[in-house]
């Protein structure tokens, strides 16, 4: 039965759901503070160009970009190589002042530099001149094409200019950018206090995320770059030593971006069959059994406790199913339910279930709290929210006597909020943790009173939250490598994936290196 939920959720909130308030501050009685500023705060024009589209040229040429303010005499001692990280105003269609993120990459060889997610068409890289334009076609046959135009450079490692992204020849959206090389924070090493004890490439896709059990590491990838996705198997008996065992991969679905397991059962998230169930009874062999709930529905994520199994699924109806796995090899649907709101804003992207609560990452509608103890009746029972979320992973647990819950946007200048939900209808924050504005959180555990982060471009973290108030990191490992294979075709690049089961060891997957295995600090 497929349920939107509402009789019990306070006026206020259903208010805010219908006004779109996810653009705009929470009001502390719906759980968002107004001491919460967001992320990705719109930073005002960044730089002294304009965009302009003229019938006299194609939507994205560079003569279309007003760059006469531009101290453009300092492009030639600017960027020349090497991948950056895009902070993208945009001035009109996506909204005034709106920011998103984007990656590019500059070759400095005879080799096309990247830019959109792919190599560029036209290059002009001389002097007072720094122009990229990408065209291409989209799978529905559209033109597209990504152009930036320098303006103007303060130093080799940052650039500013402006941008037009059109479609069919008419500008989607223009406006400013800037660029930052994406290099370790100055002064910070490779590694601190955490080791890297191996390395493990992964042939299949982008990979995204892992689990551990029965002494095999289960990766799951998504298909790019024009490498198909799957399943990649490790026997990780000696972590110094993994050994690739197996792949799996399934004709016409190879976007895996979620993995679970429970007793003899693996579940993998499909982009177009739902939730995929194999039987790892022999742990180096998966075998296909069957993909529930039995319709073609997108599943970008899954989380598992105790005998319940939780499935988020973006598309088509943006729904969250819970599944009975008490046989974990035989699901049963008990309920399929879309939050308020949440059949016309964001979709729920990631969870985690503690105490009877599902806390869902419901991307631009906000952090989610519901009441699951009975799947026949699921019940909201408060929200937080922040200016331009992007509301994407979390993890909960008891600290201090307190119910604790950690979130992490993915956006530009995303980052790590901490909230106290023990009373779940007033979340309320009560700390957060930073690091540069040009990376982004991907994924999170709770251990103990520890918290190991995924963070893209910054790599590994491992922070003490005893005092959840005031995070403080105890080690981290830069997986980042500017050099490492397809770097720079988005900003969605570095760590990903990961796991702590308790072995004494920290799994993670990185979108170019693959399996990486640390000891835990």
Known sequence: MIRTLGASVCLATCVLALSGCSSDRGEPGDGATSEDPGDAADPGPLAPCSYSNSSRFQCGDLENFDLSRCARDTLASGPTEGVYILQNRAGTSLGGGSVFPGAMKLSGDSTPSVIGGGTVSTESRQGQTFYLSREYQLSNGDTARYAYAG???SNPLQLSGCFAICRNGLPRAYGTFKATRALRSEGEQEAEGISRISESFVQLGVPVDIYVTKEHAYVVSINMHARTGGLTVFNVADPAKPVLVRTVTMPGDSYWNGVWSKGD?????????????FDITDPANPVFLKDVPGNNIDVHTVFVEGDRLYAMSPSPNSETLIFDISTPREPVLLTRFTVPGGDTTGYPHDAFAYEGRLYINHWNLGYVILDVRNPDNVQQLGKYQYSNQTSHANAVGTIGGRTIAFEGGENYDAHLRVLDVTEPSKP????????RPQSSIHNMVLAGTRLYIAWYHEGVRVLDVSNPAQPRQLAHFNTFRETDFERGYS?????LGMRVPGDGYVYVVDTARGLLIFREP
């Open 265 to 277: 059962a693996l579940y993998v998230a499909s982009a177009a069959r739902g939730v995929l169930v």
């Open 428 to 435: 309320v924050k009560i700390g957060e943790f930073r690091l």
């Open 151 to 153: 303006c103007e450079s």
């Open 491 to 495: 900003f969605y690049e570095g760590a």
